[in-house]
């Protein structure tokens, strides 16, 4: 086909990838060029436009490396994380939702003792003593794998120090749900904190007026076979950034009470010198066989 | 807002960024969003084909350097280019349309005289002979700018020889029209040639069956204050791929007659030995009022 304008190009463009072997690699392709000729369309939008999107994605590339992803992070404050996330993982109401993975977690983190483990590890920040369940409509959990990651009290994560290694994992750990389905540990409160900043994402940030905090929260995996695996977070209820997330990923149901008490007696029977908090928490998890017709 | 779902996430989305001061990009972001979105609901995109989504574009971006400009080739290839530049050059029959400029041109190149110079610069290659002349709906256009520039016999341009510099060009230069809009010179006569596809796009070639080829051309750019820049491409007519243009961007009227000669006299008046090829070409710029007001 010669002569094409800006409305017959994409059925020529379309009709060309018709052989595509993979039919779900196809549906994908044609649904993108869809959409992005309708957006370039839509726009009108201009040569000098395109170029600096061009330029945009190629700076995004250019600042991923193997412990920097910006277009995950470009991905979450566009809000499609969390929309691929939320199609992905409709559950009953009674099972823990689902939210964004984030760019933060690292397979083989330490397993730790089902109790009186410290998490913190010797990062400093306000005491937090977490008791968990997991448990499913039929009861209690046992033997769950509970794979739970935070940020520190400056708002990072221990793999953004440039010289990080899994043996100095801190602030991040595996639990073994008990017969009871529980888990309990210390670590720190954790505190709101921002995204990176620094790179295309922070650009986007500033230039739509946007800012780039995320409601204090921790992150849970629990894997158990038999059950759809959760992956969620527990936000800090009372956070200032609750309603406006830079990643959206806030779910009403995943917000945790964290409860301040004065210095004294922790659950764990030891005593703090200084104000701590307490946080009590129920995990529900959904059967596979369950989730597999939902 | 809390517990957003598939469905309601692209409104918050919106109304976050409505306080982005440039307007423009208010309305380019708003629009991409939109589309972004639909096509994750559309496709139902997964968890698993979004990650790859990311790192294809990681890829792509990871591709691009000063000499190479991978983001450039995939919206050549997806049409969007070609859409964008129709959009953006709508003009009258008589003028000559506008087509992809490519990544290959370059600023600064020589420039040579208006009549007898050798653009190929010993590039070897069966011999070409273009005669062109550059008019207007007023009459011959005198004193014009053409930028020119064409892959050698084996599908490169200059720029893409990793040591190469500005004064080693071949294959490209620039010519002013005499007083009666006419330029002429030697060159080699161009063949069709694969965009380059030891990359992402060369993946997503194979993937959706598609050959990377463009029908041979040369790319010419004409400037003159007072009319319409026009970047457009000289096609070869009966080139195989004219109707299959990898990058989408042949224009029948942008296609033009090279006559094959047997060895003999060519239009200079030198004899040559082996056979020749000529091009006789006009081009018709679009005067700058019209083009405002079209």
């Given amino acids: 086909m010669r002569d094409l304008n800006e409305f017959t190009i994409t059925a020529e463009v379309l009709r060309r990838i018709e052989n595509t072997p993979d039919p779900r690699l196809h549906e994908i392709l044609a649904s993108a060029i869809r959409h992005l000729h309708d957006f370039a369309r839509e726009t009108k939008l201009t040569e000098a436009e395109w170029m ?59 397993v730790l003792a089902t109790h009186g483990s410290n998490l913190a590890r010797g990062v400093e920040g306000e005491p937090l003593f977490v008791r968990a369940e997991v448990v499913s409509p039929d009861g209690p959990v046992a033997d769950a794998v509970v794979d739970v990651w935070q940020a520190d009290a400056e708002g990072f994560y221990d793999v953004q120090s440039p010289d990080w290694s899994l043996d100095e994992a801190a602030l991040r750990g595996v639990f073994h749900t008990d017969a009871a389905g529980r888990f309990s540990f210390r670590s720190i409160l954790p505190k709101s904190y921002p995204i990176p900043s620094d790179g295309t994402v922070g650009e986007m940030l500033d230039a739509t007026r946007l800012h780039p905090m995320r409601p204090a929260h921790m992150h849970y995996r629990i894997a158990k076979p038999g059950f759809d695996p959760l992956i969620t977070h527990v936000f800090v209820d009372g956070d200032e950034y609750l309603d406006s997330d830079s990643v959206f990923g806030v779910r009403g149901s995943c917000v945790g009470q964290f409860v301040r008490h004065e210095p004294g007696v922790a659950p764990t029977g030891e005593t703090v010198e200084v104000p701590f908090h307490t946080l009590d928490y129920r ?7 369950q989730a597999a017709n939902s």
Same sequence: chains 1, 2.
Avoid at 77 to 97: D, F, I, K, W
Avoid at 283 to 289: E, G, K, M, N, T
């Fill in 52 to 110: 600096e999107g061009i330029k945009f994605l190629t700076r995004t590339g250019h600042m991923c490396s193997d412990v920097r992803q910006e277009f995950v992070l470009l991905s979450d404050t566009l809000g499609l994380s969390m929309l691929v996330v939320a199609q992905n993982h409709s559950r009953p109401a009674e099972a823990t939702e689902q939210t964004v993975f984030g760019p933060f977690h690292v397979e083989g983190a330490p």
């Fill in 283 to 289: 995990f529900v998890l959904h059967p596979r066989d």
